[in-house]
């Protein structure tokens, strides 16, 4: 089975910085894309940030200049550091990864369980 384990979440107040970070394990054989998904109370999981193996990024207006996504060396971990951080920020932020596992004939999506992001004075 494959496995996304998020860190990093908590409590910032406004205009601080938080890193989060995502490890990919199990059977894994390719990871196409990686990222950063949020979702506020009340609201629908929206696209925060994505990299795709070849390292183009993508990232929604709203984080843009503010927000860095990274991939690590291994290329099975994700980076999320996110700067100048505002209360509309908080959410529950998960990873998400397209891949291929043994025993898969295709790229499946999986996630992450999720990691709270608070951002409050």
């Known amino acids: 089975q494959v496995q996304l384990v998020e860190s990093g979440g908590g409590l910032v107040q406004p205009g601080g910085s938080l890193r989060l970070s995502c490890v990919a394990s199990g059977s894994i054989l390719s990871i196409n894309t990686m990222g950063w998904y949020r979702q506020a109370p009340g609201k629908e999981r929206e696209l925060v940030a994505t990299?795709?193996?070849?390292?183009?990024?993508n990232y929604a207006d709203s984080v843009k200049g503010r927000f860095t996504v990274s991939r690590g060396n291994a290329k099975d971990t994700v980076s999320l550091q996110m700067n100048s951080l505002k209360p509309e920020d908080t959410a529950v932020y998960y990873c998400n990864a397209v891949l291929k596992y043994a025993g898969a004939g295709r790229f499946v999506v999986h996630w992450g369980q999720g990691t709270q992001v608070t951002v409050s004075s």
């Open positions: 990299i795709v193996s070849g390292g183009s990024t």
